[in-house]
């Protein structure tokens, strides 16, 4: 769930490169290197959550996404949204995690 909630803030991250631009007159270079360098790295972690330490770069991505906002007003609310539902997934990946375990650890000693 973390992957897909990260896919899709990079796509709206990338789109946010316009709105720097005309609303926030940011020079174009600075706006695309930020907005598409943030949608890289959001699609580059998605592809790394195999391993433990990623979650915590999709946290980075998270407030780095929230501090937008201070170029871009619109992004205090879809990166709060974003982030809402980072942190749901993040929470539900964990539980469902920890029940597997719990499942294959009375599996293994025999409980039904």
């Known amino acids: 769930m973390c992957a897909a909630v990260l896919t899709l803030e990079a ?11 005309t609303l926030g007159d940011i020079r174009p270079a600075v706006a695309l290197s930020v907005a598409l360098g943030l949608a890289a790295a959001c699609v580059l972690v998605a592809g790394m959550l195999r391993r433990e330490w990623a979650y915590y770069l999709g946290h980075a991505v998270q407030v780095a996404a929230l501090l937008l906002g201070f170029v871009v007003g619109a ?5 709060g949204v974003f982030a809402l539902l980072w942190a749901t997934s993040y929470g539900l990946g964990r539980k469902i995690e920890r029940e597997r375990a719990e499942a294959f650890a009375a599996f293994d000693r025999g409980e039904s």
């Open 75 to 79: 992004m205090w609310f879809l990166g």
């Open 11 to 21: 796509i709206t991250l990338a789109l946010t490169a316009p709105v720097m631009i």
